[in-house]
């Protein structure tokens, strides 16, 4: 289900992943780039973050599934100078951050322009947590923030706003799960990594809020809905009408 991409400055393809396997831009799985720690029913299994100030080091942090067996959020190194220039995971590889994680991870820039924020939210809680990714790593202490409903490991998207100034989860739930569908939106401080000011929507009956989208002024989000016996739906909401 999840799955992640990243292109150069000229947008040709460098590497790509499933959040369980690496390909090089030859779509050939790269010599250290197997064993992920990702799921193949995870909503979000892989996502890619380039360090900042570097030209060759990336991280992809990957997400269990609630059916998977590895639990939790991992990070890996990657350095595009290995392998003959066509990438490889370094020895820095499935390092774990959270050991029973959502199926939801995102990312946005610092509020200084640079550094990166990754949040992603503990299993059975309301507890979400941020690290910051800077030139010099992964901050290994997060930010924590305990905020709205309740939640075990609902599948669903996390996704920050183009600006960085809203998170945005969804929350699909079977029938046994803890706490409910919804649509969880949050303001988020990009200096501090803190959530704020949470916003829910429950959805009509049967209705299981999964991919979420914001538009390009950050105003509009979209939500896409799976629907018991019948075809998706897609809702559209207007962020600034109160």
């Given at each position: 289900?999840?799955?992640?991409?990243i292109a150069?400055?000229?947008?040709?393809?460098l590497?790509?992943?499933?959040?369980?396997?690496?390909?090089?831009?030859n779509?050939?799985?790269?010599?250290?780039g197997?064993g992920?720690?990702g799921?193949s029913?995870?909503?979000?299994?892989?996502?890619?973050?380039?360090?900042?100030?570097?030209t060759?080091?990336?991280?992809?942090?990957?997400?269990?599934?609630?059916?998977?067996?590895?639990?939790?959020?991992h990070?890996?190194?990657?350095?595009?100078?290995?392998?003959?220039?066509?990438?490889?995971?370094?020895?820095n590889k499935?390092?774990?951050?959270?050991?029973?994680t959502c199926?939801k991870?995102?990312?946005?820039?610092?509020?200084?322009?640079?550094?990166y924020?990754?949040?992603?939210?503990?299993?059975?809680?309301?507890t979400?947590?941020?690290y910051l990714?800077?030139?010099?790593?992964?901050?290994?202490?997060?930010?924590?923030?305990?905020?709205?409903?309740?939640?075990?490991?609902?599948?669903?998207?996390?996704?920050?706003?183009?600006?960085?100034?809203?998170?945005?989860?969804?929350?699909?739930?079977s029938?046994?799960?803890?706490?409910?569908?919804?649509i969880?939106?949050?303001?988020?401080?990009?200096?501090?990594g803190?959530?704020?000011?949470?916003r829910?929507?429950?959805?009509?009956a049967?209705r299981?809020?999964?991919g979420?989208?914001?538009?390009?002024?950050?105003?509009?989000?979209?939500?896409?809905?799976?629907?018991?016996?019948?075809?998706?739906?897609?809702?559209?909401?207007?962020l600034?009408?109160?």
């Open positions: 289900e999840g799955c992640a991409s150069d400055q000229n947008g040709d393809i590497f790509y992943t499933d959040g369980m396997l690496v390909y090089n831009k779509h050939t799985v790269m010599p250290n197997s992920m720690l799921s029913s995870s909503s979000q299994s892989g996502i890619i973050i380039k360090q900042p100030g570097s060759n080091i990336y991280y992809i942090f990957s997400v269990d599934g609630v059916s998977g067996n590895n639990g939790g959020l990070y890996s190194e990657l350095n595009m100078t290995l392998d003959g220039g066509l990438g490889d995971l370094t020895i499935n390092i774990n951050l959270i050991p029973n199926e991870i995102t990312a946005c820039q610092h509020q200084n322009g640079y550094d924020w990754i949040i992603s939210r503990v299993e059975n809680s309301n979400y947590h941020a990714l800077t030139s010099s790593g992964i901050n290994l202490t997060p930010v924590v923030t305990n905020i709205g409903p309740l939640h075990d490991n609902t599948w669903g998207y996390l996704k920050a706003s183009p600006n960085g100034n809203r998170l945005v989860a969804a929350n699909s739930c029938a046994s799960c803890l706490g409910a569908n919804s969880d939106i949050f303001d988020f401080d990009k200096n501090s803190l959530l704020s000011n949470v829910v929507i429950y959805p009509t049967n299981r809020p999964y979420v989208e914001f538009s390009q002024n950050n105003n509009l989000l979209y939500i896409s809905f799976s629907v018991q016996s019948s075809p998706a739906d897609i809702f559209q909401y207007d600034i009408a109160g």
